[in-house]
């Protein structure tokens, strides 16, 4: 294997790491955004619940059921 032989694949390899390296960096991005979804579609599912709730007809509501759903909500803020 001649010099340049060798220097070529040393290039090659070198190549190669800087796209792992990449690599890398964009699935710890990727991992931070799919954290953030789910914190995001909890919240969502929380929301969710509070509205279900209040929209039930008055008459039909359990109170202290609604006043543990709000006050569950803001403690959430």
Avoid: C, K, W, Y
């Avoid at 690599?23 to 509205?51: C, G, H, S, W, Y």
């Amino acid at each position: 294997m001649t010099t340049t032989d060798l220097a070529q694949r040393a290039r090659r390899a070198h190549r190669r790491l800087r796209e792992h390296a990449g690599l890398r960096e964009r699935v710890r991005v990727l991992e931070a955004e799919v954290q953030e979804n789910r914190q995001l579609n909890r919240r969502i599912a929380e929301l969710t619940d509070v509205v279900a709730e209040l929209l039930i007809p008055l008459e039909a509501r359990d109170q202290d059921r609604v006043d543990e759903v709000l006050a569950s909500f803001r403690t959430g803020l």
